[in-house]
């Protein structure tokens, strides 16, 4: 009884979980392009499963951990990051969603400190919790006396995926300079972008030369942005030219990788000489206009499916939770492995890549929803939360950019050092926790403004 009483009393949260998506689909106007919020909701549960493929620690026959990484154990495995690697899909969405919402502020006469404020806001405020419930667990971890290693190892894993906000949010603060380069010169600010990448990678993999690799996260990511007020405005003009886009891309991607120089996977892979991410490259650049290409391609079908209000509510609903889901789902996946661990290393004792290991990753997947369910719901209020502050004068520019440098440094470096310290007594890079909150708070939002304005 006990358990049918709380599956009764779960039904009504659920269904007003659903009716107010579906309350919200149906308010959609009807000019609006349903298939952008698809592919914003598709790449991200892209990444979500390929995460939860990819990475595989496991207790190696001394008894130690080991981070495991599928796509070195295997290297057939590699072929599959060009599905599973997905991030220039929602960069080309960023672009066509940011070419209309900047347009449209322009027509209204509306402040750029104001509108690039309140998409910072949206982006990072679902950030600080994630942040702070690590910083706990690095901090008691060693406490508790757990090997530092461990308690880096898990805590880095974990929030692996804010490199991407650091990024996009650069890339979203030219919006007013890249669209108005969009919209002077068409598909040539897009090749200049591409030839900037080329050279870079010239001088970054073929002459060596430390460090300017990483001009490419501006070249590649702003290169597929740029494609995104391409598909906005209409430059991609029908099926043919869609078609010829992704098949041109594709020989290009082919001749980069399987003929060419770079690694077939598009993701880093220990041990490596040439990663195509952490900088990319101009063969993530490739597969970036292939998958537009080919998504450009299935518009017209999947917009007549997204009429079909159940599905379109569906998509309503995953992109209410959206940032939830892409920050808190490798969290559910350390917190999985971690009770498998101190369950005496249950199943973590199968070596990845064989046929137990396949065999088991449904039961896997599922406990790594069962947990990310329970984390969404009660951390997705600080997304749907993120209204923006009521301000009576615009955020000066030296603040707005400050702010941004800070919370993006922060972001950086949590993504690539950890958050968690191998020296100390705490156990914890605060600097690299404070960082976005200052930074947020000079913007004009976040818990250290609210203490500050209060």
Request: net charge positive; with cysteine; hydrophobic share 55%.
């Amino acid at each position: 009884m006990p358990n049918s009483d709380a599956a009764a009393a779960s039904k009504p949260a659920k269904r007003s979980l659903w009716s107010k998506a579906r309350e919200m689909a149906e308010m959609a106007p009807p000019e609006r392009n349903r298939y952008v919020d698809f592919l914003r909701a598709f790449s991200i549960l892209a990444v979500v499963i390929g995460h939860w493929l990819v990475a595989a620690p496991y207790i190696d026959e001394s008894g130690a951990v080991q981070g495991g990484h599928l796509l070195g154990i295997l290297p057939w495995t590699q072929w599959l990051t060009w599905a599973f690697q997905v991030m220039p899909i929602f960069f080309l969405v960023g672009g066509y969603s940011n070419g209309i919402s900047w347009a449209a502020t322009k027509r209204k006469g509306g402040h750029y400190s104001d509108w690039f404020a309140s998409r910072i806001q949206r982006l990072v405020n679902p950030v600080f919790p994630v942040l702070l419930v690590w910083g706990v667990i690095a901090f008691f971890g060693t406490q508790l006396g757990i090997e530092r290693g461990i308690v880096q190892m898990a805590t880095q894993l974990a929030l692996i995926p804010v490199w991407f906000l650091a990024v996009y949010l650069l890339v979203t603060a030219l919006t007013p300079l890249t669209y108005a380069w969009w919209s002077k010169m068409g598909f040539r600010s897009f090749f200049l972008l591409v030839s900037a990448a080329i050279f870079t990678d010239f001088f970054a993999v073929f002459e060596g030369i430390p460090y300017i690799g990483f001009l490419n996260f501006l070249f590649v990511w702003g290169g597929i942005h740029q494609l995104g007020y391409a598909w906005q405005s209409g430059a991609f003009r029908g099926l043919g030219h869609r078609l010829f886009w992704m098949i041109a891309s594709l020989a290009v991607l082919v001749a980069l990788t399987v003929v060419g120089p770079y690694p077939v996977a598009m993701i880093g892979v220990p041990g490596a000489e040439i990663t195509n991410s952490m900088p990319p490259t101009i063969a993530l650049m490739a597969l970036g206009m292939t998958q537009t290409g080919f998504a450009l391609a299935l518009e017209k079908p999947a917009r007549k499916m997204l009429d079909n209000l159940r599905i379109w509510t569906g998509v309503v609903l995953m992109n209410g939770m959206i940032m939830s889901i892409y920050l808190w789902h490798l969290t559910a996946f350390v917190l999985v492995m971690i009770a498998a661990w101190l369950a005496g290393s249950i199943g973590l004792d199968v070596a990845p890549g064989t046929a137990a290991w396949w065999f088991a990753r449904p039961i896997w997947f599922a406990l790594y929803i069962a947990l990310t369910l329970p984390l969404i719901m009660l951390f997705v209020r600080f997304e749907r939360g993120s209204v923006p502050v009521q301000r009576d004068y615009p955020v000066p520019h030296w603040r707005l950019v400050l702010g941004m440098v800070l919370i993006c440094t922060g972001l950086a470096m949590t993504a690539a050092i950890s958050i968690a310290s191998p020296e100390g007594v705490t156990g914890v890079r605060l600097w690299v926790v404070a960082l976005p909150f200052i930074g947020a708070a000079l913007v004009g939002f976040g818990p250290v403004y609210r203490m500050v304005k209060s």
